[in-house]
Every structure is written in C-alpha cells, then in structure tokens.
Nanobody
Framework: QVQLVESGGGLVQAGGSLRLSCAAS????????MAWYRQPPGKQRELVATVDSGERTNYADSVKGRFTISRDNAKNTMYLQMNSLKPEDTAVYYCNCAYFSRSGSLRNKWGQGTQVTVSS
C-alpha cells in the first residue's frame, strides 16, 4: 500500500510563488504516472499537470508557462513549482499516483490535499 504526504501549501499574494511536494512511501511498488489536481471552491476537481516515469510532462492550459511539475524518482517525490500565482489558482491541491503493486496490478492513490490561497 502506498501512502502520499503532501506539503507546501499556504497563503501567498498574487504574483508570488509556492512549491508543493508529494512524497510516496510504502514497499514493493513502482510509480508510473504522478499528477497534481486541484479543486477550487465550489467547483469540480481538475487536472493541473502530470509527469510520467520518463519525466515527460503535460499541463493544463491555465497553468502553462507558470507551473512546473517534476519528480525525483530516487526519493519517490513529486513537486509542483507554482510561479506568477493568480487568485484563480486558489484551490485545494491533490497529489495523485498511479503505481504498480508488488503483484503487478495497477493501482491509484490520492493524497490528503493541501490548501493554496492566492490573495489579490
């Protein structure tokens, strides 16, 4: 079983930066794709960015050029560097991990979420 622990959220002024981290722990697993999602107040959860095992990345149009997703495979940790933050980036940010278990089955895990608030 994989556990995900997120950190790095907080309150920042518009134009500022934050860096989120998501650390995966457990045993006998192999991470496939990791992703960040967010859920703004009163809205549905949406995909922000993904990074696969080959470190190929994809971004939502709304964050392209401002956010950078990365991962450290040795540490089983993913990051989201968020620059030029806007009030509309305010949301709970969730880490997601698709991984292969010891038995070879593909499973999915969510983090607990971390609040990001951008003030105008």
């Amino acid at each position: 079983q994989v556990q995900l622990v997120e950190s790095g959220g907080g309150l920042v002024q518009a134009g500022g930066s934050l860096r989120l981290s998501c650390a995966a722990s457990g045993s006998g697993f192999s991470i496939n794709v990791m992703a960040w999602y967010r859920q703004p107040p009163g809205k549905q959860r949406e995909l922000v960015a993904t990074v696969d095992s080959g470190e190929r990345t994809n971004y939502a149009d709304s964050v392209k050029g401002r956010f950078t997703i990365s991962r450290d495979n040795a540490k089983n940790t993913m990051y989201l560097q968020m620059n030029s933050l806007k009030p509309e980036d305010t949301a709970v940010y969730y880490c997601n991990c698709a991984y292969f278990s010891r038995s070879g089955s593909l499973r999915n895990k969510w983090g607990q979420g971390t609040q990001v608030t951008v003030s105008s």
